[in-house]
């Protein structure tokens, strides 16, 4: 599979993009375990025109990461395009990702993200404007359809496809489902069957195992596959679906050696220490208050790891790792946390 010039090989995974999640920290992670790819937060091409800070800051990517690919969403053509030539200039990402799919209300309410598909005209002549403004490789994430009566996909990737983008990736909900129920995979099936469809497409949704990512591939023929919110707290899963989809075995248990739960510890531990320093980096001003974002930032996966999951009486640790506010603090919990990860394997 190939987007533009770059070469994925047999069975890419990629991470999904997702606000206040797959900030530099955590892509750097998921890069060294394996991902394919990996997406930045998305990226208001509103405010990326205003030059506002904290959007600028999400253009920051390393070497090391790469391929990655910059999502911006909007629902304006000249902002998009004006935010596409930026994110080019400042950032030279692998793929600059138009982002169709959002079904939260304060971006799809907007007439953005999946608010984009109540107005196809307008969703097209964006997509074909910014692939006409850029050298840059353009890809597009959307859903199935705006909800069940309006499941459009299957014409709007050929519409899409005629734009000129060089990869599709496919939510197999629609924005009335928002995150709720199961995935679809039928119609992202379909759109990759249909003849007319030459582009790489890309499957997304509800891939939480490896035996879920292979079926993907083997039933859905996709291209590739993005997996999202089954990282959160779990870098690691690239590792274990890679082994997984590179085996002939039929449990991924056989290729986990090498990731004890105190590793897997060390690796959040990580995330920590990185996210702390690119915000000392990147913004700069009083330390303590870098070190309490940087904590904010790593929150979320230390409450949605599965790492934790099965440890007796956990409760009350839980909620002081979760409230702590200092790294000192935070650090003590976790070795706390550390001993009783042992234990439990014992």
């Known amino acids: 599979m190939n987007i533009g010039s770059i070469a994925f090989g047999q069975y890419p995974v990629f991470l999904a993009p997702m606000e206040d999640v797959t900030d530099i920290g955590f892509r750097m992670l998921c890069k060294r375990f394996g991902a394919a790819m990996v997406y930045t937060e998305f990226v ?9 800070k904290t959007t600028v800051n999400k253009l920051t990517v390393a070497d090391e990461e790469r391929p990655v690919g910059i999502q911006i969403y909007g629902r304006d053509v000249p902002q998009m395009v004006e935010a596409a030539q930026i994110v080019e200039a400042e950032a030279h990402p692998d793929v600059i990702d138009l982002n169709f799919g959002c079904p939260v209300k304060k971006v799809a309410g907007k007439g953005a993200g999946a608010g984009m598909l109540q107005n196809i005209p307008l969703l097209l002549d964006i997509t074909r404007e910014v692939v006409k403004a850029v050298k840059t490789p353009v890809t597009v994430k959307t859903r199935l359809g705006w909800n069940s009566e309006q499941l459009i996909i299957p014409t709007l990737a050929e519409q899409l496809q005629d734009c000129g983008i060089q990869a599709l990736t496919i939510h197999g909900r629609t924005r009335s489902q928002m995150y709720t129920g199961e995935a679809d995979w039928t119609l992202i099936g379909e759109v990759k069957r249909n003849p007319r469809i030459h582009i790489p497409i890309i499957g997304n949704g509800d891939i939480t195992t490896p035996e ?9 023929g996709v291209d590739a596959i993005m997996i999202g919110r089954a990282t959160f707290g779990r870098p690691w899963i690239f590792k274990e679906v890679n082994d997984y989809l590179q085996s002939a075995e039929d449990s991924p248990s056989c290729h ?15 995330q920590l220490r990185i996210n702390i320093e690119h915000i000392q980096r990147t913004r700069g001003g009083d330390p303590r208050e870098c070190e309490y974002r940087g904590i904010l930032h790593t929150r979320r996966h230390l409450a949605a790891t599965p790492l934790f999951k099965g440890i007796p009486n956990f409760r009350q640790t839980r909620i002081a790792m979760l409230r702590a506010e200092r790294v000192e603090e935070l650090l003590q919990i976790l070795e706390e946390v550390r001993q009783l990860l042992v234990g439990s394997q014992q």
């Open 256 to 270: 986990s050696e090498g990731l004890t739960v105190s590793d897997k510890l060390d690796i959040l531990i990580e």
């Open 44 to 52: 208001s091409a509103e405010a990326l025109v205003r030059s506002v």
């Open 212 to 220: 879920q990512a292979r079926s993907a591939f083997e039933r859905y």
